[in-house]
């Protein structure tokens, strides 16, 4: 059973930076494609970053190109999201998320999440 765990999240000013982590256990990740989401409040979950966990491939949204970045450590099983320059509109809770399959689509496996908020 796929597990996922998430940590680093917490209080940040604007123009800060944050790391969080996904701990994933139960498989190995070498076919699944892992990502992150978030949710702010009263909005719907939204897609952020993915990596294909074979050959690194990632994707982002536009909102946060060139502000966050994701990464993965083989070694221990750990996806990373490097958030630089922080805003508000960031604030959300951050979820990551596990698909079977190289590339985008539905993600069957979610952890608890992490709160992440910037203040002005």
């Known amino acids: 059973q796929v597990q996922l765990v998430e940590s680093g999240g917490g209080l940040v000013q604007a123009g800060g930076s944050l790391r969080l982590s996904c701990a994933a256990s139960?498989?190995?990740?070498?076919?699944?494609?892992m990502a992150w989401f978030r949710q702010a409040p009263g909005s719907e979950r939204e897609f952020v970053a993915a990596?294909?966990?074979?050959?690194?491939?990632?994707f982002y949204a536009d909102s946060v190109k060139g502000r966050f970045t994701i990464s993965r450590d083989n070694a221990v099983n750990t996806v990373n999201l490097q958030m630089n320059n922080l805003k508000p509109e960031d604030t959300a809770v951050y979820y990551c998320?596990?698909?079977?399959?190289?590339?985008?689509?539905?993600?069957?496996?979610w952890g608890q999440g992490t709160q992440v908020t910037v203040s002005s």
């Open positions: 998320a596990a698909r079977y399959g190289l590339g985008l689509g539905q993600f069957a496996y």
């Open positions: 990596i294909v966990w074979s050959g690194g491939r990632t």
């Open positions: 139960g498989r190995t990740f070498g076919s699944y494609t």
